[in-house]
Structure formats: structure tokens, C-alpha cells
């Protein structure tokens, strides 16, 4: 009796090794790149899905022989592991998601200075002004609605009309979400505290539905529990990519609304970056035509320089830029104080 | 009876429970930076109280529907002639495989009017969200620890002790109640002991469902703030609240003195004859296996028909062969601990074997992403090279999910008599070739679900697995999470799969290695 468990369990740990093994050769096809970089290795922590940049991450290794080790994960899961590492990390370099974990790790002084002609093609609008950090693809705020109930002369201007009580019990939106958090904050930025407070609370009063994230809220109007929602504009095209009747539109509020924010994922150097030019190489690289044209293309995202083309499915960059409030990527660093706000309405 | 413990049994069992202390240690560090005032606005409010109730009345209720759930069917699966009893206790386990947020789409998509029943019937059902939605899929997620628990039991029990019953004139209702139901009593508190600190410290099903807990209070501070102080200060108001249930437990379960008395091997049972219960029975674990098995499968498939397009296969099988790489070691190490913690605190009862059998449920209840962080300080401090290892990932796993083992361990020894032991030493047997020879097999039911209960657990696990795995590493769990959050669904759907085909694949050679059901 006792040889089988053991019998079994050994056939388990076999499986298993043999297992790893597999796992570990998964790097021979990088092995002919050039030899001038060869021995340098790049640590990544990446809080943008492996799906939406690997191609990319693929793509520079093959061009610059450098091979890049990655670590995926949720943008604030790595964020908070970078701040635990502290000095003692090996991490080269930090892509997230979303502004806010990059302000936070930016303010705990774990980034190096980029250097200006690393980030020059990029304008000021997708910059960190204390050059810590560059956007690499923006997304937009949209509306989200269901076209089988919603008239297109009943689309709202504003996102403060949806407060009307026409809208009562039929809006969602994900106030756990960090896009969601930077619209407030851009909110607090452009309209005041108190305008916000009062929006937040009229929204809420008016029944609004909170879920957990942008795709609960997408798959809500999906589902008929509501008819409009607040997430951004990419989640609503990967629907339609895998079911072209997916009951969902979108579009812009009214130009220059605080509704059509643009959030950015971004990179930024670690100050603990032992390969410093390597590092530097894949920042340029995440940021020129050849990378942003893809993010573009496949992940419909809007690029951060001039002269790429968006999808044909999106607005173009410059009406993009045109619809959006007037927000800096730093006003969007008091997440602090949104969290606060969110608290004490209710809604965190 | 009283021994001093041998070595092998102290060295390890000490060890784990230092190094369950890790953590805590970090975040009683972490509480020290706060801020009164700030205590005062994110810890000490109302609406903590509030979620706290949140939590307790769902763990309540999911407790009551899991044994509903799991007594019949552990009874039906060890005790009767119910044929095809090996699928049902595939079935009854299976559930643990299924990722809580896929139960949670599953449940979610159910009643829509646009979603895989609807796609068939035409027509949406019920919607199940809140606080019945959380219910139901925490339920469904949770029963398959209470079975695995119960039939162990089942198993283990001497059913020479309901024979002697029913042979002094007790009716089989009247044995079932005071004969069977006592003995169950020590694995129900265990598996008891585990759901409810699962419901205590789940974030992703309730989060889906809208209703908040006490938890997804926890997750959020460190999630949407970024932040470790307070987020510390509300981990230790939960490790309060699970120690003193784990302490409860232990009060409850330290009387109870359910060894055989008599020599020998168990006799097998009889099993029962069903006759015209067969039906209603079959229906019973259809509508469970429908909920919890069918429901999420289906949803799974209906993900993967929304395109023709395929996952990179490469992809898939490098993710397979990470999830096995450490979800098997750690399912295989946290068995072996099992044995030692169990046993000490079972025959060596002391204060301190007693602590460091609790010592693993503290580790259990420590929330994830706390217990990650805490290694990853220690880790970067005392042995850098150890930081992002496989092994060191193998080591978290093994520590956090150790109370899963222990229970179904635990309830062996509860019905296993010492005297066996004690024969096997007075006739000239070590205490190493005793513990070999005589214990080890009889506790073989105990061994198998604690290591299935492991690895399952492994499989699905996330936070620890983001923050402490080695560089280029990839797991199905990692892999289907990433793709659920931007909406890829049909990309989803392989890795979802696989992480269900490989836990039903595991649990049945499992099972038929160990050949219980034969």
C-alpha cells in the first residue's frame, strides 16, 4: 500500500520535472540574434497583459539580440512588489497599465531619469514632467450604450448629464477600476471637489451599478441590466473582435467633456537598472513607429507619436486629441485624494 | 502514550511554524509607519463593521449549503452501491478545479439574454448577483472541501461500531445519527475551519457578484491605493478574527476521543443497498454536477466557439508544463508536512504541538498578497538568492495551502487507534519503521485528498504566484486571468480548460492509484 502512494507521487514529481524542463527551452529561437548584445538580459516586470505586448517584447529581441525576462502580472500587484524590492530589485524596467502605479512608484523614488532624446518624438501631453516616466499607448474614456435601446438622439453630451433622472438605474460603472479613478481625478482637476462630490453623489443616488471592472460593465449592457456605461474604449472592441454582434456601441461625449479622458499605459526606467543602455534601447523601441503602429493595429490602442495610423475602427489621434479635456499626465497623480473622495461617498 | 515526539516529527513541524510567522512579522512591520488620524478615516469606520457582518453571514450561509451538498454525496460515494461511484466522486471534487471567477461568469452569464443559455434555450433565467449570487458560487466552489473531508471520514471509520449498533437494536436512522454523525464530527470542523476562512479571504467571486466583504475592503486598499500600511492594519484585523475562529475550532475538536478501541484492521463496510433511492439520488447529483460542473464547462466551451482562431499552442503547453512544475512539488511537500504537524498535535498533545498545528491554518488565513509581500522582503534581505526561484514559489504554496492538507490528515488520526502503534513498538518496531509500517497506511485516504486539495488549490492560485514567481514564467491560471481582464474570452478558454482537464486528470489516477474505489 505504501508503494503505490509512493508510486504515484513520484510519477506526479516526474511529470512535473519533466514538465519544467520543457519549460526552460522556450528561448532557442532567440539564440542566432546577433552576438553584439548577446550576454546583456533585460528584467521586465510587465502589468500589460502578455497578449497584448509580447509580439512587441518578441520583435526587439529579434532585432537587438537582447534577450528580455519577463515578469507579468496586475499593474498594482508588480507596483507593489517593486516597493518592496526597493534597492534590493533587479528589475530594469516597469510597463504598466495605468498612471497612477506609475505615479506611485515614480514618488517613491524608484525610477531613474529618462534621458530627453529617449522620449523626444513623444509630445508633452504623454509625458511625466519630471521625466521619469513616458505613456506608451493612450485609451479613451467612452460611452459605452446599447444600441437595440438607446436612440442616438438620447446619447447624453455630457457625463454630467447622466445624472438626469432620465438615466436613473440604467447606467454602470466600475468605481474599483483605476481608469475610472484617473476620470475622477481628472474630474477634481478640471471641475473642482466639490462639483465632483456632487456628481459622484447624484450618481449614485440615481442608481447607478457598480461592478468590478471595465468587461463586468460592458457584458451588464450585454445582458440588458443596464444601457449605458463608463468604461474605456478598447475593452468593447476585443468583444466585437470575437463576437462581431456583440450588442455594444460606444462613442465620444461632446468635445473636450471631461468624459473622454485619455488614460495611458506607460514605462519607466528602474533606478536599479543594471543594463542602463539596454534599458534605454527598449524604452526607444516601445516608442517607435514600428511598436506603435502595432498597438494601433492589434490592440487598438491610440499611439503616443505622430504619423502612425489608428485603427479604422477608432476616431483619429488628432480628433481624439481634440474631444479630450485638458489634463496632464500629472494632474492624474492624486490618486490619493480620489480614494479619499470615493471613500467617503460611498463608494470604495 | 506520552513520548517525547522523535525529531523527525519536531524539526519540520517547528520549522513550518517559524516560517508561517514570516509574514505576520511583515505586516506587524508595516503597521507601525501609520498614521493615527489616517487609521482612524481607512480602519477603525463603520463600514468596516459593516463588511465584517457582510462576510460572516455569507460564511455562514455558504457553510450550511455546502454540507447539505456534501454529506449526501460523501455518504452516497463510501457508503452504498450506487453504481458509477468513482464519476460522482470525480464529479463531487471537480468543482475545486474550476477557477471561483470562472464559477462567477458562469453564474453571472446564466439568465442573460445574451449569453450560452440563452444562445441554446433562447430564452435568459434567473440573475444571480449580490449577496445570493456570492452564495451560490462560493457554495459551488466550497462544497468539494467538505466532501473531500466527509468521505475521508466515511472511509476511515470503523464500521464495526454501527454494526454493534444496529445488533443492540438501533434503527439504521438512529445509528446513522448517534454512531456515524459523532465520527464525522472532527473532519466536518476541519473542513468547517477551511471554507469559512475561504470565504473570509475571497475577493475575485464577491467582487464579481457586487457584494462586499470585509476582504475585498482588504484587497482594495492595496490594489486601488497602492498602498501597505493600512492595507496591513485591516490583514491583522483578519488574522484577529481567523485565529480566534481557528482557536474556536481547536477548543471544539481537543475532547473528542474517536479512536477504535479494538485490534486489528478496520473490517470494510457493507455497503448499503439503494434500491428505489437509486433514482433520487442520481437526480440529486445531477442537479450538483449541472450547477457546478456543467454550468462553468459550458461557459468555458461557449468562450471558446466565440472564434475559430487558436491559442499558440507553444503558449499553452509552456503554461501546462509551469502549472505542474510547481503546483505538483508544492502538492507533494505540503502532503509530507501534513503528516508530521497532524500527527504531533494527535499523539504527542502539547501547548506547543497544538500551536504549530494551528500555525499552518495562520498561514492559510494570512491574505495572499500579504503573504507574498512578506517573502518578498524577507527573501530579498536574507537569501537574495532564493528570490524569484521556483522553489521559493514551491515553498509559498506549500506554506499557505498547508491547512488544506492537514485537515484530511488530521481526521485519519482521529479514528486511527495508537494502540496499533504502541503494539508495533513493544514488539521491537522503530518508531521511524511503526510510523512506516503501520501509521502511514492507514492514513493513505487521508494522504490522497490532502494532496489533491493541494494542488488544486496550486493550480488556481494567483497573487503568489504574480509576485514570486521566477522571470519567463507562466502558468495557466496567469495566463487565463490575463486574458479575462481585457475581455479575450475565446483566448481565455484553452487555459481555462486545461487547468479543469489537468485537475480531473491528477484527482482520477489519484484515486486510482490509491484504488479505494475498486
Given at each position: ?348 | ?436 509500517r503501520v501509521t502511514l497506511p492507514i492514513l493513505r485516504p487521508g494522504l490522497t485528498a490532502a494532496a489533491i486539495l493541494v494542488f488544486l488549490s496550486c493550480l488556481k492560485e494567483l497573487p503568489l504566484t504574480i509576485i ?51
Amino acid at each position: 500500500m505504501r508503494t503505490r502512494i509512493g508510486r504515484s507521487t513520484i510519477a506526479a514529481m516526474c511529470i512535473a520535472v519533466l514538465a519544467g524542463g520543457c519549460g526552460g527551452e522556450k528561448k532557442t529561437a532567440e539564440e542566432s540574434a546577433p552576438a553584439t548584445a548577446a550576454s546583456t538580459t533585460l528584467v521586465l516586470y510587465s502589468g500589460r497583459s502578455e497578449g497584448l505586448v509580447e509580439p512587441v517584447i518578441a520583435l526587439f529581441e529579434k532585432e537587438t539580440g537582447i534577450d528580455v525576462q519577463v515578469k507579468y502580472g496586475n499593474t498594482p500587484e508588480l507596483a507593489l512588489t517593486l516597493r518592496e524590492e526597493g534597492e534590493r530589485g533587479g528589475a530594469d524596467l516597469f510597463w504598466a497599465q495605468d498612471a497612477g502605479a506609475l505615479g506611485a512608484v515614480s514618488k517613491a523614488g524608484l525610477f531613474a531619469d529618462l534621458p530627453a532624446d529617449v522620449v523626444a518624438g513623444v509630445p508633452e501631453l504623454f509625458k511625466h514632467s519630471g521625466g521619469k516616466w513616458v505613456a506608451t499607448s493612450g485609451r479613451a474614456r467612452v460611452l459605452a450604450y446599447s444600441p437595440e435601446r438607446v436612440k442616438p438622439e438620447q446619447l447624453p453630451k455630457s457625463v454630467f448629464d447622466l445624472t438626469d433622472a432620465r438615466f436613473r438605474g440604467r447606467v454602470a460603472w466600475a468605481p474599483t477600476n483605476a481608469s475610472f479613478q484617473a476620470f475622477v481625478t481628472a474630474m477634481r482637476k478640471t471641475h473642482g471637489e466639490d462639483t465632483t462630490r456632487t456628481w459622484l453623489e447624484a450618481m449614485k443616488k440615481n442608481g447607478t451599478h457598480a461592478h468590478a471592472n471595465n468587461v463586468a460593465i460592458l457584458q451588464a449592457i450585454a445582458r440588458g441590466e443596464v444601457d449605458y456605461a463608463l468604461p474605456n474604449h478598447y475593452y468593447l472592441l476585443n468583444f466585437k473582435k470575437s463576437e462581431a454582434k456583440f450588442p455594444v456601441d460606444q462613442v465620444a461625449f461632446a468635445p473636450g467633456d471631461v468624459g473622454n479622458l485619455i488614460n495611458v499605459a506607460g514605462i519607466g526606467i528602474l533606478a536599479t537598472a543594471t543594463h542602463r543602455d539596454a534599458a534605454e534601447r527598449f524604452v526607444r523601441f516601445v516608442l517607435s513607429p514600428t511598436a506603435q503602429q502595432y498597438f494601433a493595429s492589434e490592440v487598438s490602442e491610440y499611439p503616443v507619436i505622430d504619423n502612425v495610423m489608428t485603427n479604422a475602427r477608432l476616431v483619429t489621434r488628432e480628433e481624439l486629441l481634440k474631444s479630450a479635456p485638458r489634463v496632464t499626465l500629472d494632474d492624474l497623480d492624486d490618486l490619493d485624494g480620489t480614494l479619499a473622495l470615493l471613500r467617503s461617498v460611498g463608494l470604495l | 502514550m506520552k513520548r517525547t515526539p522523535p525529531w523527525f516529527l519536531t524539526v519540520p513541524a517547528l520549522a513550518v511554524g517559524l516560517a508561517v510567522l514570516v509574514p505576520i512579522g511583515y505586516l506587524a512591520a508595516r503597521a507601525f509607519d501609520a498614521d493615527p488620524a489616517t487609521l482612524r478615516d481607512l480602519v477603525w469606520r463603520a463600514r468596516n463593521l459593516e463588511l465584517l457582518a457582510n462576510t460572516l453571514a455569507l460564511a455562514s450561509v455558504v457553510i450550511a449549503a455546502s454540507t447539505l451538498v456534501a454529506l449526501p454525496l460523501a455518504w452516497l460515494t463510501t457508503r452504498t452501491d450506487l453504481p458509477g461511484r468513482f464519476v460522482v466522486t470525480l464529479l463531487s471534487i471537480l468543482p475545486l478545479a474550476i477557477p471561483g471567477y470562472v464559477v462567477g461568469y458562469a453564474l453571472l452569464g446564466i439568465g442573460a439574454p445574451h449569453g450560452p443559455l440563452s444562445s441554446i434555450f433562447g430564452v435568459g433565467g434567473p440573475r444571480l448577483s449580490g449577496f445570493v449570487g456570492a452564495a451560490v458560487a462560493l457554495t459551488i466552489y466550497n462544497f468539494p472541501l467538505v466532501y473531500l473531508h466527509l468521505r475521508t471520514a466515511f472511509a476511515s471509520m470503523d464500521p464495526s461500531l454501527t454494526d454493534a449498533a444496529r445488533s443492540l437494536g438501533l434503527s439504521p436512522r438512529r445509528v446513522f445519527e448517534r454512531v456515524t454523525l459523532p465520527q464525522l464530527v472532527p473532519a466536518y470542523l476541519s473542513s468547517v475551519l477551511l471554507v469559512l476562512l475561504y470565504v473570509l479571504g475571497d475577493f475575485g467571486v464577491v467582487s464579481l457578484m457586487r457584494f462586499e466583504t470585509f476582504s475585498y475592503a482588504l484587497y482594495l486598499q492595496y490594489i486601488a491605493s497602492l498602498d501597505r500600511t493600512y492595507a496591513a492594519w485591516l490583514a491583522l484585523m483578519l488574522l484577529a478574527i481567523t485565529t480566534t475562529l481557528v482557536v474556536a475550532e481547536f477548543r471544539l475538536l481537543r475532547d473528542l476521543a474517536l479512536e477504535r478501541t479494538g485490534l486489528g484492521a478496520p473490517p470494510k463496510a457493507r455497503p448499503r443497498r439503494l434500491g428505489a433511492w437509486t433514482t433520487p439520488a442520481y437526480a440529486f447529483i445531477g442537479v450538483v454536477a449541472l450547477a457546478s460542473v456543467a454550468l462553468p464547462v459550458w461557459s468555458i466551451v461557449y468562450w471558446m466557439g466565440q472564434r475559430g482562431a487558436w491559442t499558440d499552442a507553444n503558449e499553452l503547453v509552456r503554461s501546462f508544463a509551469g502549472s505542474l512544475s510547481v503546483s505538483a512539488p508544492a502538492a507533494f511537500l505540503a502532503t509530507l508536512l501534513a503528516v508530521p504537524m497532524a500527527f504531533l498535535s494527535r499523539r504527542h498533545a502539547s501547548g506547543l504541538t497544538h500551536v504549530l498545528e494551528r500555525s499552518a491554518y495562520i498561514g492559510y488565513a494570512t491574505p495572499a498578497l500579504a503573504f507574498a509581500l512578506g517573502w518578498v522582503v524577507v527573501v530579498l534581505r536574507a537569501a537574495p538568492w532564493f528570490y524569484q526561484t521556483a522553489a521559493l514559489l514551491v515553498l509559498a504554496y506549500t506554506l499557505h495551502f498547508l491547512a488544506q492538507a492537514i485537515g484530511p490528515v488530521r481526521a485519519g488520526l482521529h479514528v486511527a487507534t495508537p494502540r496499533i502503534e504502541e503494539a508495533s513498538r513493544s514488539l521491537g518496531l522503530g518508531p521511524l519503521a511503526t510510523f512506516r509500517r503501520v501509521t502511514l497506511p492507514i492514513l493513505r485516504p487521508g494522504l490522497t485528498a490532502a494532496a489533491i486539495l493541494v494542488f488544486l488549490s496550486c493550480l488556481k492560485e494567483l497573487p503568489l504566484t504574480i509576485i514570486l514567481s521566477p522571470l519567463d514564467f507562466e502558468t495557466l491560471a496567469l495566463n487565463m486571468y490575463a486574458f479575462t481582464t481585457e475581455a479575450m474570452f475565446a483566448e481565455a478558454a484553452p487555459y481555462a480548460l486545461s487547468i479543469v482537464l489537468l485537475s480531473a486528470l491528477l484527482t482520477s489516477i489519484l484515486f486510482h492509484k490509491v484504488g479505494e474505489e475498486r
